[in-house]
Every structure is written in C-alpha cells, then in structure tokens.
C-alpha cells in the first residue's frame, strides 16, 4: 500500500510535469566526474553515515560540493519529479516496471544499487523494566495490544522505519493510534530518555557506533534493547554487525542509492565512491553492513575453550 501510494503520486507529478512542458528545467545541473555541484535528497535515518560519507569524499575531491537534504523516505521519492536532485538515497528502490515507466516519461536511465545493509534498533529507558523483546511482543506494542509501553517514530506515515514496520513486520496498512511521532530520530531519542514506559524504533545508524562521541553521549540517554534472534528461539541479541550480516537480527534493511543523471556526472562518481573500497569502509566504520566489499565473522578462542562468535 504504501509503496503504491509515493510511486503513484511520483509517476502522476512526472506525468503533469511531462505534459506541461515544465520539468524544472532551469535547474538542471550539469557536472563533470570529478567537479562541480549536486544535490542529494537522502533519508534522515542515514544522516549519521552518509554525513562522513560526503566528508571524506569532498575531502578526496576538492572541486566537488555535494548537497544534502534529509528528508522522510516518502518526501525522497517524491524529489524523483525534480531535476535538480541528481541521487537519491533511502531503502525503496524500485521494480523492473517503474524503471521502465522513468526511462519512457523523463528519458534517463536510473541507476540503483544496495550499497549496505542496516537494521532498525529499539530502545528503551534506562529505567525501563523489560530490555528484552520477542517480534510478537513488539507487534502487540505496536497495535496496542500490549500497552505496556508507548511506542515512538521518527514520524507516522512516510518514513523508511515506519514503512519497514508496516510492510515488514506488520503486514498492515496503519500503526495504532496509540503511537508517538516524533519529528526526527534524534527527537525519538530524547522522547525515550524523558519517558520511562515508552519504546523507539530508529535506524542502528544513530546509536551503533561506540567509538563516535555523539551516539555515546545518545547511549547514556537510552538502552538498546535485545531482540529474539531468527535462529534461535530464546537467545535475545543486539543489532551488531556480525548479527546484521548473518540475518539474525529479525529487523535488517537495504541501504540503497538511485542516479538519476543522462550522463556520468558527479552523481555516478559519488555512487562509485559509496560502493569502492574507502566508501564501504566508511560503513563499516559505522557498524552497518557494507554490501559491495566481503566481511567474514571469525571465532575467536575464550578461556573455557569454547568458540565465541
């Protein structure tokens, strides 16, 4: 439902845009590989990682200016219709069809690629009484079944987190009246710290780097919580990055860039960056996933002889 709803309203506005001859053209920007300006539309709950991302890559390319605008997932896709934004970067992709519809209606090819992998981490309290959780029980919180906590979004409908819940985890068109939007993830964040029965959902992007002094100062706010492993009933873990590339944590997603450029700009060259070795590197950093470079988890020896993933 929802990813016909923000594709129907993008292929209706490409459409009047199309028709009446009007498709933002004076802002077209033009690029070269390695120089000029463009401008992103990314997904809030990634701004901790592609933030560094676009350090170091101007940083690497001096005659280079990336501008990023952090926005809901739904309001990225929307941008599609607007020349000026050259990349997108979110968890929705798009079918084999809707290309085809964006190849025939603006005459470019889009290009996309899951870039890492990221999971949606649950926080509670630091008082809170329960820090372990079954998918069914955050179901029922969800639906307000279980009303022992309150649950808390980074928004109610057009977010990437909000959409995995709904798409993934609910399989249901709406989330209770009983839950908390909150404008971004750092607002979810603060609203947990104030709110002893409440619990938040954001992306592990913003409290899963324990060597960044901005999501330490976040830990000491809120607890990440543990969740039911999907291989194993009764063991509870984290949204670690060995747990992410295994599939364990029930609650992982794609990271996914979109060019959207008629020839190999400065878009391209970016998303070349994300998937070349330094990008990767740069999410790993940042405990998510990369998905264009190996990462092995090995065993480790501990003192009773037993092997410690």
Known sequence: MYRTIVWGFLFSALIFFTSCGNNDGGNVVITSYDS???????????????????????????????????????????????????????????????RQFMIDTMEVSPLMRVTAYDAIAVIVNPQANDSLFTMDEIRDLMTGKDKRYTPAFDGLNATSTVRYMLDSVLKIDSLGAHVKAADNSTAVIDYIAKVKDAIGFIGVCWIGNSEDTLQLSFLEKVKVAYI?????????????????YTKRYPMVRNLVYVVKEKYRGLAHAFGDFLKSDRGQLIFRRAYLQPAERPFRVRRAAVKTGKPKT
């Open 228 to 244: 039911e492993s999907t291989d194993k009933p009764g063991a509870y873990i984290k949204p670690f990055q060995a747990n992410i």
């Open 36 to 98: 000029g300006t463009i401008y992103i539309s990314a997904d809030e709950s990634f701004k901790p990682v592609i933030d560094e991302e676009i350090k170091v890559y101007e940083a690497w390319r001096p005659k280079t200016r990336l501008i990023v605008n952090y926005k809901s997932e739904a309001d990225c896709l929307k941008d599609f219709a607007t020349d000026s934004i050259t990349m997108i970067i979110s968890t929705l992709g798009f079918t084999a069809s809707e």
